[in-house]
């Protein structure tokens, strides 16, 4: 019996069987390879066309800024539209965007408006993208290969973070930074022809409009999202926690790493590259961790255990002076997101509705994207107290956050 049970359980690399997955996985890949690219290929160009450090802020915030905008009205339209459409164009435009600022570059006439410029619109494009390729999972596998599918793309995804940009700044060394954003453009442009391959299933049918009654407007449509977002408590609490996780990796993981390595551990920019080094690496085994195993777990008690690990773990970071331990708590930490991330966005793709799925996903984003720059800023003022201060604080938020989500029997029970 428990080996006919262990047969049944689909296996980690089950959704590789699958030549749309396959697709998928190389497509998301390759577009995240190519944010990596773009993040280097901006900053190294306008530091070498301006030198100013304040020039760069504004050009990375005319990215950011636009794809936190319009994130909410990507996730509108990929409920009313096909997701692998909204995919395929915003790939080949990003691939035009950045082809035409790589040319433009070799020619030196190259402007920081034209780099503002750029950006903006590559961050609105990508706003599209962002939340068309996790709903678009479920119409390209079975519901009991999510979790193995998952973790595949989120092992992949969070490889691609890291050698992205790393790939990106080794172009830049050999040649110059226009070629990057050529080789961005190549990535960009694969990822569209790879995903417009992609065969879907078709969505369930829902009762249409009559010809002279129009439908909801996008503002009405996005409220809808919102608020279904935020009435299910199950949803609201993985939203929640997502969001303090995303606060956890903007200021403590950076701010705070980089206040260890100086302050505390002595070891320069090396220990902080050992330190982001190990937080990635365990974020992937995590995940794949989270595939290997399937099955459907209380979901609620994941959540609230992964605040209690992620709260123990930043008291840590505030009271260890010893390298070894920072670094394995901090594998540990980075195993933890990557193991409940896996089953937290299953739940969300196997229990929301398909027309509403890319608009709460895209709240979920959203959320997270305005968490960054609250958590750089609160921590950059906290480091100043003491990296106890800072890191004492995230852990009593984070132990809040468990303790709310225990109170819940709804979501407890969740699987």
């Not at 749309?20 to 190389?26: K, P, Q, V």
Request: charged share 10%.
């Amino acid at each position: 019996m428990a080996t006919t049970l262990a047969e049944d359980r689909p296996r980690l690399w089950a959704p590789a069987r699958h030549r749309s997955f396959r697709l998928l996985w190389t497509g998301q890949a390759l577009s995240l390879l190519g944010d990596g690219f773009s993040v280097v290929a901006f900053s190294w160009i306008t530091l070498t066309l301006t030198g100013s450090t304040l020039t760069l802020g504004y050009v990375l915030a005319f990215q950011a800024v636009p794809r936190a905008l319009l994130t909410l009205v990507g996730g509108t339209l990929g409920d009313t539209w096909s997701t692998r459409t909204l995919m395929v164009a915003s790939s080949w435009t990003r691939a035009v965007l950045m082809a035409a600022v790589g040319v433009v570059g070799l020619t030196g006439d190259l402007t920081v408006w034209m780099l503002c410029a750029a950006a903006a619109a590559f961050g609105a494009v990508d706003a599209f993208f962002q939340p068309a390729r996790v709903s678009i999972l479920p119409s390209v596998v079975d519901k009991d290969l999510l979790a193995p599918a998952n973790a595949l793309l989120g092992a992949g995804a969070r490889t691609a973070a890291v050698v992205g940009p790393a790939v990106g700044g080794t172009v830049i060394a050999l040649t110059q930074a226009p070629v990057a954003f050529l080789v961005d453009a190549v990535c960009f442009a694969l990822c569209g022809l790879l995903v417009s391959r992609i065969r879907t299933r078709p969505r369930p049918e829902t009762p249409k409009e009559s010809p002279a009654k129009t439908g909801p407007s996008l503002g009405a449509r996005i409220r809808e999202g919102v608020t279904y977002t935020l009435r299910d408590p199950r949803l609201r609490t993985i939203v929640a926690l997502d969001t303090a996780v995303n606060f956890c990796y903007a200021g403590p993981f950076t701010v705070g790493f980089a206040t260890l390595a100086d302050q505390v551990l002595r070891g320069g920019s090396a220990t902080l590259g050992v330190l982001n080094g190990a937080l990635a690496g365990g974020a992937v085994l995590g995940t794949l961790a989270g595939g290997a195993v399937g099955g459907r777990p209380r979901v609620g008690l994941l959540v609230a255990a992964l605040a209690g690990w992620l709260g123990v773990g930043m008291a840590v970071l505030g009271l260890a002076e010893s390298t070894p331990v920072v670094v394995v708590t901090v594998l540990a930490m980075g195993f933890a997101i990557g193991y409940q991330g896996v089953f937290g966005l299953s739940w969300i793709q196997r229990n929301i509705p398909q027309d509403v799925l890319t608009r709460v996903v895209s709240v979920d984003m959203v959320l997270g994207y305005a968490a960054a720059p609250l958590s750089l800023l609160l921590c950059g003022a906290l480091a100043g107290s003491g990296h106890l201060t800072l890191f004492g604080a995230v852990a009593a938020v984070l132990a809040v956050t468990g303790l709310a989500v225990l109170a819940s029997r709804a979501v407890r029970e969740m699987r």
